[in-house]
Each structure stands twice: as structure tokens, then as C-alpha cells.
């Protein structure tokens, strides 16, 4: 078995057991904890997760309903208009 097909093979058990991987878990965190929609721009300046990967885990946590995408904002660091993304958290 081949590295790709590996690789393909660990994230489908991960998508249809439902675990987050680690940058999923922590995004997921980082946003449940500040309680607020950030960009992704903010995402990867705080968690220090490159904003490449940032895009890619901020997709599917919210084609999986984990984050939902707030009203467009201008981002504090790129300057441009941009959707945040965020977790609603019931208190």
C-alpha cells in the first residue's frame, strides 16, 4: 500500500468516526474558547497554524456544521472584507 492511499485510508476513518485531527481539534478550540468569529488570517496568526492548512480545516468543520460563518468584516491583519468563521456555544 502506497503512501497516498494510506493517507486517504486515515482520513476517511477519520471522517467516519467523527474525531477531529489536530489542527481540526485545535481551531475547534481556539474558537469555542474565544467565543467570537474570527477570520482566517487571525486563526493562523493565534494558533500559529499556517493559514494553508487553516483553510483546509475551517472547510470541513463547517461542511461538517463545527464552525459557522459570521457576517463579512474587514480583517484586522489582511485589510481585506472577508466572512469570519466561529462556533456558536449555548450558555
Known amino acids: 500500500m502506497g503512501v497516498r492511499d ?4 486515515a482520513y476517511g476513518a477519520l471522517v467516519n468516526s467523527d474525531g477531529l485531527g489536530h489542527q481540526q ?3 475547534f478550540d481556539y474558537l469555542a ?6 477570520t482566517l ?14 483553510s483546509g480545516r475551517v472547510n470541513w468543520l463547517k461542511n461538517n456544521r463545527y464552525l459557522f460563518e459570521g457576517n463579512r468584516k474587514k480583517c484586522p491583519i489582511s485589510g481585506r472584507t472577508v466572512i469570519p468563521v466561529g462556533v ?3 450558555e
Open 6 to 9: 494510506t493517507s486517504r485510508e
Open 33 to 38: 474558547k474565544t467565543k467570537r468569529f474570527k
Open 41 to 54: 488570517r487571525q486563526i493562523e496568526q493565534d494558533t500559529g497554524i499556517q493559514i494553508n492548512a487553516v
Open 88 to 90: 456558536i456555544v449555548a
Open 25 to 27: 481539534q485545535k481551531i
